[in-house]
């Protein structure tokens, strides 16, 4: 599986943006995806993963309410983030993996796309 991640940009505080990855493979269809996100000077950390059908979401503490994870049958998932704020500022990167709900731990993740940067200015 080849993940190809697009959307990034800059947004003022309190903006949205909407993050795309791409599958390909056949496969796509029978793997969690997720989306992590690095911060300067910051380990990689977990944002949100669904499962493979679609019907469980999970989120990490700090973008619940304002980000939404997504998926279509096309082969793509999505990331909606609201109400930014400068401390979302990082390069986000979609992953796929076995089970969504253990996908916050990156031992789990079989597959990284390449990183898209999402800048919050202030």
């Known amino acids: 599986v080849q993940l190809q991640a697009s959307g990034g940009g800059v947004v003022q505080a309190g903006g949205s943006l909407r993050l795309s990855c791409t599958a390909s493979?056949?496969?796509?269809?029978?793997?969690?995806m997720g989306w992590f996100r690095q911060a300067p000077g910051k380990e990689r950390e977990f944002v949100a993963a669904?499962?493979?059908?679609?019907?469980?979401s999970y989120y990490t503490d700090s973008v619940k309410g304002r980000f939404t994870i997504s998926r279509d049958n096309a082969k793509t998932v999505y990331l909606q983030m609201n109400s930014l704020k400068p401390d979302d500022t990082a390069v986000y990167y979609c992953?796929?993996?076995?089970?969504?709900?253990?996908?916050?731990?990156?031992?789990?993740?079989?597959?990284w796309g390449q990183g898209t940067l999402v800048t919050v200015s202030s």
């Open positions: 992953a796929a993996g076995a089970a969504a709900q253990a996908m916050a731990d990156m031992n789990h993740v079989y597959y």
């Open positions: 493979g056949r496969a796509f269809s029978t793997y969690a």
């Open positions: 669904i499962s493979w059908s679609g019907g469980s």
